[in-house]
C-alpha cells in the first residue's frame, strides 16, 4: 500500500473513492430520539452531496457503519464513502482509527484500488479529536485494516488498496502532521509484521525461521541481532528454556535484539521479553485435538516484541532496549520432558513439572533472568499463557500484572496512546503458596483456579526484584470473528501499548 499525505481541497481531489467521516449528534436517549447524523467535515459540495441520504433515516453514523454514493455531485471524487464514528459526544482518536481501517477494508473485496481519508474536521476544534493524534491512529488503523491472512490460497485475489491517500483539513499544521503521519506509517507497518508472523502456521515457521526472520527484520532497520541456539541455552544454563526444547527435532531459537540510541549511556535498559512457541502440542501432557490447530499463534508474545522492536528502531526512542523471544516448538517425544521431571532454570531456581503444557513460562523464565544479566532495569513481557486468561477476560481485555505500581503506571498511559484494552489482575502470596512444589522450589502449575495469576507468580520469581509487566495475550492475539476493521486472524496486540510504554522512559 502506498500512503501519503495531501493538503489539497476535498471536493477538487480526483480519486477512485473519498472516505468522510460521520457522528451522530443526538444526545437524547429513549425512543423519540432520532439519530441525527452529520458529517465531520466542513467542505459544502461533500455536505450537499450527502445531504439527503443524511436526511432521510437510513443512516444512523453508528460505529463503522458505513455508507457508499456513486457520483457524488459537484465533487470531483468517483464515490463518496460515508464512515460512522457513533455518538458525536464520545468520538475518540481510537474510534478514527477503527473508522480508517473500515474505509480500506470496505475498499478492498470491491477492487477499488485508491482512496482517500479525509482527516475529521468540524468537530475537530473540540479537544476530542485532536488532528494530529487522528492523522497518526488513521494511519495505523488504514495499515491495519489492508492486512489479510490468505497467503496461502492460490485463487487468492490481490485485492489490496494500492494508495492510500490522508486528507488534512484545511489550515492543519503541516509540520506536526507529516510528523504523526510518518509516525502512523511505522507502527502500522510494524502491528503488520508481527501479524503476518502470527499467521505462519508451524511448518513455516520453526524457530529457526523465527530467528532468521527476526534478524533480517533487524537488517533492515538497524538493531543489532543476535540469534542464538542448543549450545547457548546450554552455556547459559537455561534449563527451563531447554526442557521445553528438548522433545523437539527443532532446535530452539533465543532471538536478542539490542536498541542502543548513539550517545546514550546510563539510564534505564528495558529488557522485552516474549515467549515464541512455534507450535504448542502440550507436549506429554498433550493438548485436545479440537483446536490444536490453533497453537501456531503461540508464539504472539513474541512477534509482538520483534514488531515492537522494529518500530522502536525507526521511531529512536531516547532509551536502551533489548528484546528477547525464547522460540522453541512444544513436542511430544522420546526426548520430551515428563510430568514430574525436576528443571533447573538459568537462575539456580528448581522447577518441578507438574504439566509439560504449561511451557511459557517456562520458556519465559530464562528470558527473564537472562534480561536481568543483559543489565535490564525494567522488565515486559508479552505471551499466549493462559486458557484462563482467555476465561477470565474473554476475548475484550487481556491480562496485564505488575510488581511496581509506578512502572504499571506508564503501561496505563501507554494504553491510553495505543487504543488497546488490558486490566490488571492481582498478584499475592496467597496466589505464591500455591505453586510451592514439595520437591523443589516451585511447580510450574497451581491447579484449576486463578490459573492466569498463578502462572504470572511464576514469572515474578524469575523477575526478581526487577520491576516488572507482565501481558497475559491468549485472549486477544487472534481475532475470532472478523470486524468491519480487520480481518480475522491474527491481531497483532501488545505491538503499540510496548513501543508507547519504551516511549515514555
Ligand atoms: N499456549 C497455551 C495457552 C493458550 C490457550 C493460548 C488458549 C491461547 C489460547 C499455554 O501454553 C497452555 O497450554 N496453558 C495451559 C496451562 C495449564 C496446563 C496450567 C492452559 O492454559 O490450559
Ligand atoms: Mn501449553
Ligand atoms: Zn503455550
Not at 528443571?343 to 513460562?361: C, L, P, V, Y
Not at 514439595?438 to 492466569?452: E, L, M, S, V
Request: charged share 25%.
Amino acid at each position: 500500500m502506498r500512503t501519503e499525505l495531501s493538503f489539497a481541497n476535498l471536493s477538487q481531489i480526483k480519486t477512485e473513492l473519498l472516505a468522510v467521516l460521520a457522528a451522530d449528534a443526538q444526545t437524547g436517549k429513549g425512543p423519540e430520539a432520532k439519530p441525527e447524523p452529520m458529517l465531520l467535515t466542513a467542505d459544502h459540495a461533500i455536505q450537499a452531496a450527502a445531504a439527503t441520504v443524511l436526511g432521510s433515516e437510513e443512516y444512523k453514523a453508528g460505529a463503522n457503519e458505513a455508507l457508499l454514493l456513486h457520483a457524488p455531485a459537484s465533487l470531483a471524487a468517483k464515490r463518496l464513502l460515508i464512515v460512522g464514528l457513533g455518538k458525536l459526544a464520545k468520538v475518540t482518536a481510537h474510534g478514527v482509527r477503527h473508522a480508517a481501517g473500515t474505509a480500506v477494508r470496505f475498499t478492498k473485496p470491491r477492487g477499488i484500488r485508491e482512496l482517500v481519508f479525509a482527516l475529521p474536521q468540524a468537530a475537530a476544534d473540540s479537544a476530542q479529536l485532536p488532528v494530529e493524534r487522528c492523522a497518526r491512529t488513521a494511519m495505523e488503523g488504514a495499515y491495519v485494516g489492508d492486512f489479510d491472512p490468505d497467503i496461502y490460497r492460490s485463487d487468492r485475489k490481490d485485492q489490496s488498496v494500492q494508495s492510500f491517500t490522508l486528507a488534512a483539513p484545511p489550515k492543519a499544521d503541516r509540520k506536526a502532521l507529516e510528523a504523526a503521519f510518518a509516525e502512523g506509517v511505522i507502527v502500522g507497518e510494524s502491528q503488520n509484521f508481527t501479524r503476518s508472523l502470527v499467521n505462519e502456521p508451524g511448518n513455516k515457521l520453526t524457530p529457526t525461521i523465527l530467528g532468521q526472520r527476526a534478524a533480517k527484520m533487524a537488517a533492515e532497520v538497524g538493531l543489532k541481532a543476535e540469534v542464538y541456539s542448543t549450545e547457548k541455552l546450554h552455556e547459559l544454563k537455561m534449563g527451563a528454556f531447554w526442557s521445553v526444547s528438548q522433545g523437539s527435532e527443532e532446535p530452539p531459537a533465543l532471538i536478542v535484539l539490542r536498541y542502543e540510541p548513539e550517545g546514550l549511556k546510563g539510564g534505564p535498559v528495558l529488557g522485552l521479553v516474549g515467549k515464541g512457541i512455534t507450535f504448542d502440542t502440550g507436549g506429554i501432557s498433550i493438548k485436545p485435538a479440537d483446536k490444536m490447530e490453533q497453537m501456531k499463534y503461540d508464539m504472539a508474545g513474541g512477534a509482538a516484541m520483534l514488531g515492537a522492536m522494529r518500530a522502536i528502531a525507526l521511531l529512536k526512542p531516547k532509551v536502551r532496549v533489548i528484546g528477547i523471544v525464547c522460540a522453541a516448538e512444544n513436542m511430544p517425544d522420546g526426548k520430551a520432558q515428563k510430568p514430574g521431571d525436576v528443571q533447573t532454570a538459568m537462575s539456580g531456581k528448581t522447577i518441578e513439572i507438574i504439566n509439560t503444557d504449561a511451557e511459557g513460562r517456562l520458556v519465559l523464565a530464562d528470558g527473564l533472568a537472562y534480561a536481568r544479566q543483559l543489565g535490564a532495569t525494567h522488565l515486559i513481557d508479552a505471551a499466549t499463557l493462559t486458557g484462563a486468561c482467555k476465561v477470565a477476560l474473554g476475548m475484550v481485555n487481556a491480562g496485564a500484572f505488575s510488581n511496581d505500581d509506578e512502572t504499571y503506571g506508564k503501561f496505563e498511559s501507554a494504553l491510553e496512546v495505543s487504543g488497546e484494552k488490558f486490566w490488571r489482575l492481582p498478584l499475592g502470596e496467597e496466589y505464591a503458596e500455591m505453586i510451592k512444589s514439595d520437591i523443589g522450589d516451585i511447580k510450574n502449575t497451581g491447579g484449576r483456579w486463578g490459573g492466569a495469576i498463578t502462572a504470572a507468580e511464576f514469572l515474578k520469581v524469575f523477575a526478581e526484584d526487577t520491576p516488572w509487566i507482565h501481558l497475559d495475550i491468549a485472549g486477544m492475539a487472534w481475532v475470532e470473528d472478523s470486524r468491519p476493521y480487520i480481518a480475522k486472524g491474527p491481531s497483532g496486540i501488545a505491538v503499540r501499548s510496548i513501543l508507547e510504554w519504551v516511549r515514555s522512559y
